[in-house]
Every structure is written in structure tokens, then in C-alpha cells.
């Protein structure tokens, strides 16, 4: 073998080493809006992330609160169902909206483990939640998953602002605890299809 095959073969070989999933990049810091209580009820929706991850779902959670109780819950579970509409905001506004009011659904916060995706952020127009915290942002949660980022991002805000404006939208908050879920998650699961 030649050095020069040799130093070929050694690239060959570290390209083939090289993760196919990037570690969590460096967390965002807090959106300085948010107060104790909303670190308290992301907890929770972590809390959600994690339960889906061996209940059939991606790690997804969002959690509904109004007057500092939760009212609602849900877990991502669009792989146990095969419906790609289980996302945990769409899927929490879905199961719920028959019995929470438009009035309660305006007097709530949202708060969901990663930022919500456009579909979501269209469920969350629809229901009239009057705010949304999210934990990662989708910009990162996506470097994490290794999805080559798009190059014109269109991120919740700009969907809030553009379809209802009246919705306060926070985050991102304590990323990098949301983003250690991501990390511990997607290197052992395949990329089935977009789910937040
Ligand atoms: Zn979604």
C-alpha cells in the first residue's frame, strides 16, 4: 500500500466513524420574559417528552395551564397511532378542545418542549391560546437530529405574528435540559417523518 492509499483509506475510514447525529450544540439562554412558575410547568412537559420516548412517540410533551394548574396534558404519540397529526400541541388540542371553551382556551398557557412546528402553531391559532412557552428551538433540536437546516427557516414567532398576532409566544427556556432528551433520543431511533 502506498502512503498515498494509506492516507486515503484513513479518511475513508474516520468519514465513516464520523456520528451521524451532532452532540447538543451550546443552549440558547432563557428568554428572560419567563418566570419560576414557567420553569416549573416546562419541567413537567419535559417530564411528557420523556414518557413518549418509551410510549410510542417521539420526545415531545406540552402541558395546558390556566390559574397555575395544569388542565391538560400530552404526549407525542404518533407512532404507536400512525397518525402524523399526534404531535403534542395538535394532539393535546385535539383530545381536548370539545371540553375546554374558547375563553378558557384564550386564558391558558401553552407550554410545549420544543418550539412548535407549523401545523402545531395552526392548532394553537385555531384553539385561541392566548400563550405559548416552548423549551428547545426548533433550530437546535433539528442540529441535534442531524436534518440539514433550511435556509429559509420559518420559525413559530414569524407564524404567530403573521396568523394570530394576539398570541404571546416565550422561549426558549432551560434548552438544555430539552436538548439532552434530544440527544439521548435520536441517535438510537430512525427519522420517521417531522414531529414536534
Ligand atoms: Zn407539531
Not at 404531535?87 to 393535546?92: F, I, K, N, Q, Y
Amino acid at each position: 500500500m502506498t502512503p498515498r492509499t494509506h492516507a486515503t483509506l484513513l479518511l475513508a475510514l474516520s468519514l465513516l466513524a464520523a456520528p451521524l447525529f451532532a452532540t447538543a450544540p451550546a443552549p440558547l439562554p432563557d428568554d428572560p420574559a419567563c418566570t419560576a412558575a414557567d420553569r416549573a410547568f416546562m419541567e413537567r412537559a419535559y417530564e411528557l417528552a420523556r414518557y413518549a420516548t418509551t410510549h410510542g412517540g417521539s420526545p415531545f410533551g406540552a402541558v395546558l395551564v390556566k390559574d397555575g394548574k395544569v388542565i391538560a396534558e400530552y404526549s407525542n404519540c404518533e407512532h404507536v397511532t400512525g397518525d402524523v397529526t399526534k404531535h403534542a400541541e395538535t394532539g393535546l388540542i385535539s383530545a381536548f378542545s370539545p371540553k375546554i371553551t374558547r375563553a378558557t382556551f384564550a386564558a391558558s398557557t401553552l407550554y410545549t418542549s420544543s418550539e412548535p412546528c407549523t401545523m402545531c402553531c395552526g392548532s394553537i391559532r385555531f384553539a385561541g391560546i392566548g400563550r405559548v412557552v416552548f423549551g428547545t428551538t426548533e433550530l437546535q433540536f433539528l442540529r441535534v437530529m442531524g436534518i440539514p437546516l433550511d435556509p429559509h427557516p420559518l420559525d413559530s414567532r414569524e407564524v404567530f405574528e403573521r396568523t394570530a398576532p394576539g398570541t404571546k409566544v416565550l422561549g426558549p427556556l432551560m434548552e438544555a435540559e430539552g436538548l439532552k432528551i434530544h440527544e439521548d433520543y435520536w441517535p438510537t431511533h430512525m427519522f420517521p417523518r417531522d414531529g414536534t
